[in-house]
């Protein structure tokens, strides 16, 4: 059997980082993303918009798809984000983080929502 080594990387990453902040978020999401495949979140940048508001902080476990549209900025950090998903958040004033500055600017994950 196959290790995806991108998902271990980040289980390590999001481990390490609920250790150091006793952060609960950080536990919960590194168990949704090293969790089975099959129960990763795929969400749309069009049903980002209907849940979300104008300038929230959201992070995602699993993808995000570039289908739909948004109109109000988000900053966003996904395990696996589509070119067309990333330039239409971008191109609403939001923004796409990885996860080690994610973590680095929301270290005890106040403000941050899970969606998926």
Known sequence: ?????????????????????????WKA??????????????????MLAKVTE????VIVPGKILGTGSIGHKLTVCSFSISEAA?????????SVMNLKDFIKN???GRGVRIIG
């Open 54 to 57: 104008n300038g929230q902080t």
């Open 29 to 46: 999401i590194e168990r949704k993303i090293t969790g089975r495949r099959a129960n990763r979140s795929e969400i749309n940048v069009g």
């Open 86 to 94: 990333a330039a239409k958040i971008i191109q609403a004033g939001g």
């Open 1 to 25: 059997m196959f290790t995806n080594t991108l998902v271990s990387e980040t289980g390590w990453i999001l481990r390490k980082a609920s250790k150091e902040s006793k952060a609960p978020i």
């Open 106 to 108: 929301y270290p005890d």
